[in-house]
């Protein structure tokens, strides 16, 4: 599983303006069916009117939004049948650890956010295909491909803020900005509290796919793993590949004795069943082995005893 959190930039990564832009690009596969913590089928027009209009208190230039792209693996997609029902309910547990994240006890429902699933994914300049002269750019990758798109606002869900306030509920002046890209990291003092680590909302992801779908995922899909192969001290994946070793070693150690535990308990076939009104065969007697015949032996022959002639 990947949760990826690009950075702003020009085109289509540019934050500060109107959704519009990249609400418009996703619909490139299918039009509608945007859904939302508690809607479904969306249309694309009221999503940007609903992002654009959560945002109070922000500067010009400052990011409006943020996307967030969830890709989980082909073996995942195969463990769950790439079922579009199922990744929609993954999608808003996954955006209810995004909330939780910030450390400002807020959920998903302080969000205001539209996701998108896609089934198709083409190759860019990134991939190594394309780098080795594989692939074309552009060129439709294959397998299963399906990931999601989540557009969400900066800015805390202000209705529900609203209400909130009214409630005596909140005491705090202003709705919360949340930046899922700031270098602040569960703070505690200054101007700005809490933060939003990356790498712990990579791992709470994660952990959402395999709670909610019964995944048992092996060490070397891990989110640990690959992080460490690519970040880690030699010492530090030395140790980690010693693990995953001994992991694939006990699986294969349980597969072989489950597979015996079934032969042991495998029952008897029983024999055929006799037709309605029909007596039951009687049972076969087993062969009798072979008797061998006995053979008289015939006494023997008396000897005669001769005499010689007298002298």
Wanted: net charge neutral; charged share 25%.
């Amino acid at each position: 599983m990947v949760a990826k959190i690009p950075a702003s930039g020009k085109g289509l990564s540019q934050r500060t303006g109107s959704s519009g832009g990249l609400v418009a690009y996703l619909e490139k596969e299918v039009q509608g069916q945007w859904f939302s913590l508690e809607r479904e089928d969306v249309p694309a027009a009221e999503v940007t009117q609903t992002l654009d209009h959560n945002k109070r208190n922000l500067n010009r230039d400052a990011d409006k939004y943020y996307q967030v792209i969830l890709a989980p693996s082909q073996t995942e997609l195969r463990h769950i049948g790439s079922d579009p029902e199922k990744l929609r309910a993954y999608t808003r547990a996954a955006m209810e650890q995004y909330a939780a994240n910030f450390g400002k006890g807020i959920e998903g429902r302080d969000l205001v956010y539209f996701a998108k699933v896609e089934h198709e994914r083409t190759t860019n300049h990134q991939d190594r295909a394309v780098q080795l002269g594989d692939m074309e750019k552009g060129e439709a990758k294959e397998g299963p491909q399906t990931h999601i798109h989540v557009i969400v606002s900066r800015t805390e869900n202000l209705a529900r803020y609203s209400e909130r306030k009214q409630a005596s509920e909140l005491d705090r002046k202003n709705p919360y900005h949340l930046s899922p890209l700031t270098n602040h990291k569960n703070t505690q003092r200054g101007v700005v509290t809490g933060g939003f680590e990356r790498k712990q909302y990579s791992e709470r992801v994660e952990q959402a796919f395999d709670q909610a779908f019964a995944y048992e995922r092996p060490l070397t899909e891990t989110f640990r793993y690959a992080h460490t192969m690519q970040h880690g001290t030699p010492e530090q994946c030395a140790a980690l590949q010693v693990q995953a070793i001994q992991e694939q070693q006990r699986q294969v150690e349980r597969q072989a004795a489950v597979q015996q535990s079934v032969s042991e308990q495998r029952p008897q076939l029983p024999g055929p069943v006799p037709a309605q009104g029909q007596q039951p065969a009687a049972p076969l007697e087993q062969p009798r082995p072979a008797l061998t015949p006995t053979i008289e032996q015939a006494p023997a022959p008396e000897r005669q005893r001769v005499r010689g002639p007298r002298m």
